[in-house]
C-alpha cells in the first residue's frame, strides 16, 4: 500500500523510533517481534530501516499510556500522533528550495560544473568512481540551499579541519548529513559508504569541490549530472534524459495546475519528473518513481528535492515485471534503456503480457507493457523508444504492434532528431500511449520532427521553439480536437516538420509499423517535397543577392583602386622578433593530452583549427576553467596572430574578438605585436600569408618526422612595410576585396541549395517553370 499524498515518506532506524515516540529502544524491537503486522524493514546495507507512514498506520490504534503523556498530550493521544508531531518538528523536515522549478543555469554554474568535472574530480575521488564523486557534488549543492542548519555542520567542519588528517572527518559528516537528508524523505540509498570511498590527494582539494560545489547555482545540479554521462560512456540504461525531451514529453500530456499522480518506471536521474512537476506545478503531482540501478536513486531522490519535491522512490522491486503494479497512476513519462535486457530467461516469463510475450535479449516491449499496466483506465503515457522499434521484423515485436494497433493503445508517435543524447546517438520516438478497453479513434498522428533542433557541440537539443511547435500539432490531437480517419495531411511546413493522421486500419496493412517516416514517405516517388524549404532557399539566395549589391555599391571608376607605387626601397626593414612578442604553446608535459575536454571549459587552438587564415568558431578541444587558471600566460587576445609551431605549416590566423581569452595549445606559436612597433597588426597577417613568407617557414621548420618551427627560427623572419598610414590603406582594399569575396561564395553556395531544392519541387511537380 503506498503513502497517500500527504503522508510522511521518510524512513527510520529502530533507535530513531524510539526517541521520536518517548519508548525505550527495546521497545520497538518487542513489537517487531510480538505483532505480525508490525511494518516490514527495508535494509539500506547492514542497516533495517522502516517507512514512516507503514509505522503511522501501525500506531494509529496504540494509545500512548497516561503515565507517559507528554505535556500538552491529552488522554486518548496515540503514538501515530505523536510521531506526526515529532515528524514537523524536526530540523528539515519538509524539502526546501531556494529556487523556481525551473531554475536558470547561469554562467558562473556552468564554470563552476566545468572546473568540478574536470581535474579536480580525478584529485579528489582517487581510485573511487566518478559516481561516488558526483554524489559528494549533489550531495552538497542540496544541503547548501535547502538545508542551511545541516551546512552550518559541514562549514564548522572545514573551519576546523587543519589537513589531510581531517579528511576522513570531512567525508563522514557529509555521510552522515547525506544519509540523514535522503533517509528523512524516504530513501535507503547508502551515500556514506559512498563518499566513504574517495581517496582525495589533499585537504585542500577536497575542500576546493566542497566549496565551489557550494558556490554554484541550483541550475549546476543538472549540469553536473549531463557532464557525468558525457564523461563516464555510460549505457542506455544509465545516461539522463535531456531536458528539452522530457519537457516535451511532459507538455504534451500534462497540464499545467493538474492534480495527477506520475509515474517514472525508470527514472535515471529523476529528469522526467522533474519536468512533470515544472509543467503541473509540485503541488498538484504526486510522483513515483522506480529503478532496477541503486546507485542512481541518490541522484534522482536529491534532483527533486532541490527542486523542492518529495518523491516517492524505490529500486526494491523485486521481480522485473511483476504482475501486479504498486501504482495505479494517471500518467506515466518514461525513457527506458534501449534494445537491452538486463532479465533474460525466468525473469521473463513472470510478466503480465496482454499484448504478447516480448522476445528474449530485448526489453523494449516489455517496457511498453509494463507502462501500459500501470495506468489507471484512460491514463496516458509516454515513452522514449528506439526508432527501430517501430517496425523491427522481429515476429514476437510484429505482433505486440499489431495488437497496440488494433486495441487503440497508440495515439502518436513523433521521430525526434538525431543526437539528442551526449552519450548515444541512437535515434528515438516519442510514443504516445493510452490505456483503453476499446479504441476511441479510428487513426493515429505520425509526426517527423527529425529537422528540428539546434546544434550544440556534440548534440542537438531541442529549444522551446520546437516543443512549441511539435505541441500545436501534437496536444489538440490528443485532446481529441483534431479530425481522426482517413489520411488527413497535417502538413506543418511553416514549423519545418511534417504530421499526418493516418487510419489504425491502414497502419495494419503497413506490415503494423509504427515509425512515421513510412506513412510522410510520399509512396514509391519519394515524399512531396516541402514547401517552407524552398521558399527559404530562396529567401537566403535573395539576401545574398541585396548584401552582394551593397557591397558593390561604389563610384564610378577602376574596379580595383591602385596605382603604380614607387617600389620597397624606402620601407622600413626588421626581422619578426623585433616587432612581436612571440610565445609558444605551452609544452606537451604541463599540458597533456588527458588534460583536454570535448565539453565544457576554454577553447585550445590546434593547428587544424586555423582554416583560410581563420581560427575555426568551434574547435574541437577545450580545458576546464580552473586549468586555463593556470595558464594566462598563453591566451591569445583579438587581432593576435596564431601560427603553426609544430606539424604542417597552415596559413597563419587572425584572433577575432569573439576568440579572446583562448588558449594556445602545445602545437601553435601567437604573435602579438609590439605597442611600439609600427607595423598593422592586419597588414602582418596579411604579409605572413604571402607564398614567399609561408615557404620561408616551412623550409626553417625542424626536418622532422613531424615538422616543428621554434620561436627563435621564426623571430628571423625578414619583413619589410611601408608607413603605417599606407599599411592600413592596403588592409583596406584587401579586406574589402576579402569580404566582396567571400560573399559571393556565400551566393554561390546558396544558389546551389536553391537549385537542390527547386529540383525537388521541378521534378514531383509541385512547381513548375513560368
Excluded at 65 to 71: A, G
Excluded at 280 to 288: E, F, K, L
Excluded at 561 to 583: M, N, T, Y
Excluded at 739 to 755: Q, V
Amino acid at each position: 500500500m503506498e503513502p497517500a499524498h500527504d503522508e510522511q515518506t521518510g524512513l527510520l532506524t529502530r533507535t530513531q523510533i524510539a526517541d521520536r515516540l518517548g519508548v525505550k529502544r527495546p521497545a520497538v524491537s518487542n513489537w517487531a517481534r510480538r505483532y505480525k503486522d508490525f511494518p516490514t524493514p527495508v535494509r539500506s546495507g547492514d542497516m533495517e530501516l522502516f517507512r514512516e507512514a507503514d509505522l503511522a498506520r501501525w500506531l494509529v490504534n496504540r494509545t500512548v499510556p497516561q503515565r507517559r503523556l507528554r505535556n500538552g498530550e491529552q488522554l486518548g493521544t496515540t503514538y501515530a500522533t505523536r510521531l506526526g508531531r515529532t515528524s514537523d518538528e524536526r530540523p528539515g523536515a519538509e524539502p526546501k528550495s531556494t529556487r523556481s522549478l525551473a531554475p536558470r543555469i547561469e554562467d558562473g554554474d556552468r564554470k563552476a560544473v566545468d572546473q568540478l568535472m574536470g581535474r579536480l574530480a580525478d584529485r579528489v575521488r582517487g581510485p573511487a568512481t566518478m559516481a561516488d564523486y558526483v554524489n559528494l557534488c549533489l550531495i552538497v549543492m542540496y544541503v547548501r540551499h535547502a538545508e542551511l542548519e545541516q551546512w552550518q555542520r559541514i562549514e564548522s567542519v572545514m573551519s576546523a579541519g587543519r589537513g589531510a588528517q581531517d579528511v576522513q572527518l570531512l567525508l563522514r559528516s557529509l555521510g552522515d548529513v547525506a544519509q540523514d537528508t535522503l533517509r528523512r524523505n524516504g530513501d535507503r540509498t547508502d551515500m556514506r559508504s559512498s563518499l566513504l570511498q574517495l581517496e582525495p590527494r589533499s585537504w585542500d582539494d577536497l575542500t576546493t569541490a566542497v566549496r565551489t560545489a557550494a558556490g554554484a547555482g541550483t541550475g549546476a545540479f543538472q549540469l553536473v549530472w549531463e557532464s557525468f554521462s558525457a564523461r563516464e560512456g555510460l549505457q542506455s540504461s544509465e545516461f539522463c534524459s535531456p531536458v528539452g525531451l522530457a519537457s516535451l514529453a511532459a507538455g504534451l500530456v500534462l497540464t499545467p495546475g493538474q492534480k495527477a499522480t506520475v509515474l517514472d518506471p525508470y527514472m535515471r536521474g529523476g529528469e522526467m519528473l522533474a519536468a512533470a512537476c515544472r509543467h503541473i506545478g509540485a503541488a498538484g503531482a504526486t510522483v513515483y518513481g522506480e529503478t532496477l540501478n541503486g546507485r542512481l536513486q541518490s541522484v534522482a531522490s536529491l534532483y527533486l528535492l532541490h527542486l523542492g519535491v518529495r518523491p516517492r522512490l524505490s529500486s526494491n522491486r523485486s521481480d522485473r515485471w511483476p504482475p501486479r503494479h504498486e501504482h495505479d497512476v494517471d500518467v506515466v513519462l518514461t525513457n527506458p534503456p534501449f534494445n537491452m535486457s538486463d532479465a533474460p530467461g525466468p525473469g521473463r516469463r513472470t510478466g503480465n503480457w496482454p499484448y504478447g510475450a516480448p522476445p528474449r535479449g530485448n526489453d523494449n516491449f516489455a517496457w511498453v507493457q509494463y507502462v501500459l499496466e500501470a495506468l489507471v483506465p484512460g491514463g496516458r503515457a509516454a515513452v522514449v523508444m528506439p526508432v527501430k522499434a517501430g517496425n523491427s521484423v522481429n515476429a514476437a515485436e510484429r505482433e505486440i504492434r499489431r495488437a497496440l494497433i488494433s486495441t487503440g493503445s497508440v495515439e502518436c508517435v513523433v521521430t525526434l532528431p538525431p543526437h539528442l543524447f551526449s552519450a548515444t546517438p541512437v535515434p528515438v520516438s516519442l510514443w504516445f500511449l493510452r490505456r483503453v478497453e476499446r479504441p476511441v479513434r479510428e487513426g493515429i498522428l505520425f509526426v517527423d520532427a527529425q529537422g528540428l533542433g539546434e546544434k550544440n557541440r556534440h548534440r542537438r537539443v531541442l529549444r522551446k521553439t520546437d516543443r512549441d511547435a511539435i505541441t500545436a500539432v501534437v496536444r489538440p490531437w490528443l485532446d481529441g480536437e483534431l479530425p481522426g480517419g482517413g489520411e488527413d495531411a497535417l502538413r506543418a511546413d511553416e514549423r519545418g516538420f511534417a504530421a499526418v493522421v493516418v487510419a489504425r486500419s491502414d497502419v495494419l496493412g503497413e506490415e503494423y509499423s509504427l515509425r512515421p517516416a513510412d506513412y510522410l514517405g510520399g509512396g514509391q516517388y519519394g515524399a512531396a517535397p516541402v514547401v517552407s524549404r524552398l521558399l527559404k532557399a530562396g529567401d537566403e539566395a535573395a539576401g545574398y543577392v541585396d548584401r552582394l549589391r551593397v557591397l558593390e555599391q561604389r563610384p564610378a571608376g577602376p574596379e580595383y583602386v591602385h596605382r603604380p607605387g614607387p617600389g620597397p626601397d624606402d620601407w622600413e626593414e626588421a626581422i619578426l622578433g623585433d616587432l612581436c612578442e612571440i610565445q609558444a604553446g605551452p609544452s606537451y608535459t604541463r599540458l597533456p593530452a588527458a588534460a583536454r575536454t570535448g565539453d565544457g571549459g576554454v577553447p585550445l587552438v590546434f593547428p587544424q583549427d586555423l582554416v583560410g587564415g581563420k581560427i575555426v568558431d568551434e574547435p574541437r578541444y577545450r580545458v576546464p576553467w580552473e586549468t586555463a587558471e593556470r595558464f594566462k600566460k598563453f591566451v591569445v587576445r583579438t587581432d593576435d596572430i596564431v601560427c603553426v609551431r609544430t606539424g604542417a605549416q597552415q596559413q597563419p590566423a587572425l584572433v577575432s574578438a569573439s576568440q579572446a581569452d583562448w588558449l594556445l595549445s602545445p602545437n601553435v606559436t601567437r604573435l602579438r605585436v609590439r605597442p611600439t612597433a609600427e607595423i598593422d597588426p592586419l597588414y602582418l597577417h596579411a604579409y605572413l600569408g604571402l607564398q614567399h613568407a609561408r615557404e620561408w617557414m616551412s623550409h626553417r621548420a625542424a626536418a622532422t618526422a613531424a615538422p616543428s618551427l621554434s620561436s627563435v627560427a621564426l623571430g628571423h623572419l625578414p619583413l619589410r612595410f611601408p608607413p603605417i598610414e599606407q599599411q592600413r590603406r592596403c588592409v583596406e582594399l584587401l579586406g574589402d576585396l576579402g569580404r566582396r569575396a567571400e560573399a559571393h561564395a556565400a551566393y554561390a553556395s546558396a544558389l546551389g541549395r536553391l537549385r537542390a531544392e527547386l529540383a525537388e519541387h521541378l521534378l514531383h511537380g509541385s512547381v513548375e517553370p513560368s
